[in-house]
């Protein structure tokens, strides 16, 4: 970040902290899943409790919902107002919305599942 008179830094346009905010978010789903899957039994080794197996995959699903939140946020400023002409831009739209939402979707089905 460049910073501008004054020692702050400089802000954020919204399509950098959509990018910004969907790489966390991919981030925080791979974590999840590695998490996830390290903590299944293994023969003879170190095994999790699977409450707190529930309360890592619980806690990581909180923390994307924020961040998809915030993506969300991001998202609105650059395609929602106003909505884009061109069918591309709208299926570009379209697109980044559904993979917002899908992972946080995906995370709570994982949390769910690990809760059983």
């Known amino acids: 970040m460049a910073a501008i008179p004054g020692g702050t830094p400089s802000t954020f346009s919204a399509a950098q902290a959509l990018t910004l905010l969907l790489t966390t978010e991919s981030l925080l789903f791979a974590a999840l899943n590695v998490s996830v899957a390290l903590a299944t039994p293994v023969v003879g ?23 998809a939140a915030a993506a969300g946020l991001a998202w609105w400023q650059i395609f929602a107002s106003p909505w884009p002409d061109s069918w591309f831009m709208r299926g570009e739209a379209v697109g980044i919305a559904v993979g917002i939402l899908a992972e946080v979707g995906i995370a709570v089905a994982i949390t769910k599942a690990v809760r059983r």
């Open 45 to 67: 080794g170190r095994n999790i409790r699977p409450r707190s197996i529930f309360h890592l995959a619980a806690a990581v699903a909180l923390a994307l919902g924020v961040v």
